[in-house]
């Protein structure tokens, strides 16, 4: 239940007719979320010159603090660099410390309160720029959840995990974390996965650690973020009574609502996830509710669809205002590499406007036709990264997820579509990704699929992209089987 209905925001200009029709003919094949920054009717694309409202954010309770955290999250994951472009992308960019400043003090002055970050971040540097920006701010203005990301075997360590957790305390610059994390528990297959987490967390006497470090309130929420083997979770969860977990972070969006396993057998559907934790009474995180992005740009029948639907809202707020509408869902985090990312974000949560029953009913309808476009469930969270052969992984796949959503992949020279759509694959293909770092530098060593949160065979994926590549450059049919 929401407690901030009262919250209302319908005086705003529609859509007009002509301007509805003119952002239905975006593009030749998709409809992406547009660079809003107005908040006509939850942001609309009519409102393009507005702000968002200043103290209209939508506030869910910790039940076990009492304390109002925002339902928009900011994920510190994909800050800005300096060059303009998500930092990460490119190996010889810095962090935009002054645009981070500004977002952060931007997101606080709209009532975002809750910050979320890594060790693991940015190449280790979300944590650092993290604190840098909120440490400017009063303490009982934000609350801060980072993670103990000790994933490679030499951070597993009694000694090496604690030094972790408490250098993440310096990086943050502070004395108390509000919302800790075991990260991204369930990783393997089978018993794997269970001994993975074990290791990690129990033979070192880890677990035990933090639950001590909450009752001398260094740690205020304890929780994990979970990925993976279903019986992790399910083992977590059966052992509620012992370790008490006061929140879980979960991926909840429309399309992995009912269709995760179909995208990936190995993954677990949101509703169950979320179910689970409701019966419990344990507050959900959510993340991912636009699949990194992919909610936000949709194949072109589909987007039509939605925004006929509502004209007033974009593809992106539909996907965030599901992630909300959920009585036990605390917060939603969003990367927000970009000040429009931002602002839009806020339209949507200042205030939520739930989504109906039959709004989520349609939502459905959409994830089903979403399914049979096939794409690669990749997220662009870049765990898979830094890859030891220089390839942009999540840049191949992207594009790739592109060219299908816009109509740009062809199997037949004599598909009257051909030309158009092979000059559209390569040329963006060569813009996207740097000639030494696309898929036929991949020597399949497959360092990277242990870390992919969505267990996507990228070697396989990526021998597959390029086999395609190659066919379109030689001018020969070439299928794409998945």
């Known amino acids: 239940m929401n407690d901030n209905k009262h919250n209302d925001n319908k005086g705003g200009k529609s859509l007009s007719r002509r301007t509805f029709l003119k952002a239905l003919g975006l593009g030749t094949a998709t409809i992406a ?16 010159n507005q702000e968002p409202p200043v103290g209209k954010m939508t506030y869910r309770e910790n039940p076990k603090t009492k304390e109002k955290v925002s339902i928009l999250g900011y994920g510190m994951m994909r800050l800005p660099a300096t060059n303009g472009k998500p930092f990460g992308r490119d190996n010889d960019t810095e962090i935009d410390q002054e645009m981070v400043n500004k977002q952060v003090d931007y997101a606080i002055e709209h009532g975002v309160n809750y910050f979320d970050t890594s060790p693991a971040y940015c190449k280790g540097l979300s944590e650092h720029a993290t604190g840098i920006a909120l440490s400017r701010h009063k303490r009982d203005e934000y609350f801060i959840a980072t993670k103990l990301s000790n994933f490679a075997p030499e951070t597993q360590t009694r000694e090496a995990s604690i030094q972790m957790f408490q250098n993440s305390l310096k990086e943050l610059q502070v004395d108390y974390i509000d919302y800790m994390l075991l990260h991204s528990i369930g990783g393997g297959t089978g018993e794997e996965a269970m001994e993975l987490f074990r290791q990690r967390y129990i033979y070192n006497g880890i677990l035990d ?28 969860l059966a052992n509620h009574d012992k370790y008490k977990w006061d929140f879980v972070q979960i991926e909840l969006n429309y399309l992995d609502w009912k269709h995760a396993k179909e995208i990936n057998e190995e993954n677990t559907n949101a509703e169950y996830l979320y179910a689970e934790l409701d019966k419990r009474g344990i507050p959900a995180v959510i993340m991912e509710p636009l699949l990194g992005g992919r909610l936000a740009s949709l194949p072109q029948p589909l987007a039509r669809k939605i925004l006929a639907r509502d004209p007033g809202r974009t593809l992106a707020s539909w996907a965030f205002r599901f992630a909300g509408s959920f009585p ?18 806020l339209c949507t949560y200042c205030p939520l406007e739930e989504l109906t029953d039959e709004d989520k009913e349609f939502l459905y309808g959409v994830a089903e036709e979403i399914v049979g476009y096939n794409t690669i469930p990749c997220n662009d969270c870049k765990y898979c990264m830094p890859c030891p052969y220089g390839i942009d992984i999540p840049g191949v796949l992207t594009h790739y997820n592109k060219c299908i959503a816009e109509g740009n992949l062809t199997r037949d020279r004599k598909d009257p ?22 898929a036929d530098h991949c020597i399949g060593c497959g360092q990277c699929v242990e870390h992919c949160p969505q267990r996507i065979q990228i070697p396989k994926e990526m021998e597959r992209i390029n086999n395609y590549v190659e066919a379109l450059k030689r001018g020969i049919d070439q299928g794409l089987e998945s």
């Open 33 to 48: 979320a547009p660079t809003i920054v107005g908040c006509s009717r939850g942001n609309g694309p009519g409102a393009a």
């Open 209 to 236: 650690y933090l639950m001590e470090q909450r009752e001398k309130g260094v740690i205020r929420n304890l929780g994990f973020s979970y990925h993976g083997e279903i019986a992790v979770f399910d083992h977590l």
């Open 328 to 345: 036990r869902v605390l917060t939603v985090l969003s990367g927000m590499t970009y000040m429009e990312h931002l602002k839009e974000n």
């Open 417 to 438: 579509d051909y030309a158009r759509a092979r000059r559209a694959f390569l040329i963006g293909y060569d813009r996207s990704v740097p000639r030494l770092r696309q």
